[in-house]
């Protein structure tokens, strides 16, 4: 039997269709120029699209490409930036969203790896809780965002996808076993944002809080210095707000809601009881109060526009042959106090996206890109200042790299879940400090 047909004769959805193996071979690291130039659609191509409908064929499908030495790469929505769903070595590209069960179990959520944190939220809210932490990209899938995102709304509280987010998760190893096995507590840390190279996570169970009534609040400064003396004091509210964003007037008119262009922009999603404390705080700080809305799908609209999006909505609104942007994952104090001193480490026009991490500022720092090398020394000048940097520039494993490649030996020990990502010693920059408190 081929390849093919062995996997047909499991029951799941075979394609080698072109356009959509084109389709599937990409992610969103169009948003970094140096990925652009790096991986053009085409370069790296899947063989096979395979769709599992239902857990039990993940391992089957493992198993089957186990014996053909075929390599295989998860895929959830394929939202990821920095091409890390891509199959640099062709084979399979396993679209996981057939997978999207979703059960509320008592204070926590049990999702198949496929379901969309849209969907996952909606289910949770609807039995009176709310998730811990979903990204800009709701429409994403659960095991997408634990395998390879990060932070997002609910971040100020309970911080990254690292620090407790999920319960357990069921796993399927790359060994030839064709089996499962669950995972919990600590040992859970070397699937949690390692691409799906130490095995694909089949369903995952992730924390609730008792749901709360989340309000969108819409402030508007004349200044940054008075945007961001409200904003630092955001993570002293009573009850923690789940998102604070503010942006430049540079980056507002591109946002999918009409606000005034001239004024530097801040929206928060307050708890119901400390909205009153937030209007008063953007009064009280020689701000405007602009809109707040009460209706819980408005916060998803304020969600809609915070971490990436304003950089991926200003890069959208301009000319095929104006300059293209790129922009660093970052954080610390210097983003609230030394904007300048910020903007000065890369040349041109340079913009802050901020959005309030617990213990301080984080931001998406947007500049002109004049290559990689100018844009690494520039992460190199962020540092020097005390600004920790994530690069979005790269696709290797960069956050517990040592126990994913232990992990894996056992795990995947012919190297084919998503190979080319998890080395111990990359060849461009892939550090990741950011969080780190200088
Ligand atoms: C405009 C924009 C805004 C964004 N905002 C945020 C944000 O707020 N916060 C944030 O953290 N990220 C953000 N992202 C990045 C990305 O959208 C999220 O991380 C998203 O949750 C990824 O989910 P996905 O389903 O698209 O995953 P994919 O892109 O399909 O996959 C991501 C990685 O996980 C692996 N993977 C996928 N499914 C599995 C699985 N079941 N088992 C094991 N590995 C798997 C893939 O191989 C890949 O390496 C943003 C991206 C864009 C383009």
Redesign the pocket.
Known sequence: MTLESELAALGVEVSTDRDLRLKVSS??SR?SPVLQDKLPPGRYLADLVVRPTSPDQVPAVLAVAYRHDVPV?????????YG??TPFDGGIVLD?RGLDHVEVTGETVRAG??AK?TTVDEVARAAGRDIWIF???KG??V???V??????TGTVEHRT?SDGYVVSATVAPMDGSGSLFTVSGKDLEPYVHT??VT????DVEIRTDPAREWVAVYGSFGSYADLVAVHRTLADLPVRPRLASGDEPALVPTLPVALDPERWSLRVIAEASTVDEVVDRIRGGCGEVVRVARDYAETDVVSGM????P??FLQQSLPADAPRLFHVESSGEPLWDSPDAVRACYSGPVHLHLELFQHGPGAMIVAEYSGEEELLAGIRRLESIGVGVHSPHQWYVDRNVELARETARRTDPKGLL?PG?LVSSPPVDSRVNIGVVR
Request: no cysteine; glycine share 26%; net charge positive.
């Open positions: 992610d969103w948003m790469t998860p895929r959830g929505a394929g939202t990821g930036n890390q769903a996981l790896a496929g944190l990204p800009s990209t994403s899938t095991g997408g965002f395998g390879g995102g990060s932070a997002g996808t691409y799906g095995g694909v996570l089949v915070s971490y990436n999006h950089v991926y998503n990502k």
